[in-house]
Nanobody, 124 residues
Framework: QVQLVESGGGSVQAGGSLRLSCSAS????????MAWFRQAPRKERVGVGA???????VYADSVKGRFTISRGNAKKTQYLQMHNLKPEDTGLYYC??????????????????WGQGNQVTVSS
């Protein structure tokens, strides 16, 4: 059974930092693309960034230069380091895993496995 467990969300003021973690079990995470998505209140879920099995990454334009995705040494855990947070970064953040083509790394439909979601709230 595949499980993705997220942790590390919370509340922060604008300009602050948070780090989210996603721990994978039931899959060989090192051979999967691991991605982050977020869903703001009353909006659709959108891709934030992804890291592939070779550690190549892609980011949404809205977070480039502020967010960084990385993997732990055993590659079972991935991290989303968020700096210079803005109120518009507020939302539920989801971890996802699958093996999509690179052009699909930020597409919801490309991912089969999902975490439960973790709330990030940024106040102005």
């Amino acid at each position: 059974q595949v499980q993705l467990v997220e942790s590390g969300g919370g509340s922060v003021q604008a300009g602050g930092s948070l780090r989210l973690s996603c721990s994978a079990s039931g899959i060989t995470a090192s051979s999967y693309c691991m991605a982050w998505f977020r869903q703001a209140p009353r909006k659709e879920r959108v891709g934030v960034g992804a890291i592939d099995s070779d550690d190549s990454t892609v980011y949404a334009d809205s977070v480039k230069g502020r967010f960084t995705i990385s993997r732990g040494n055993a590659k079972k855990t991935q991290y989303l380091q968020m700096h210079n947070l803005k109120p518009e970064d507020t939302g539920l953040y989801y971890c996802a895993a699958d093996r999509p083509f690179p052009s699909w790394w930020l597409q919801i439909a490309a991912f089969s496995y999902w975490g439960q979601g973790n709330q990030v709230t940024v106040s102005s």
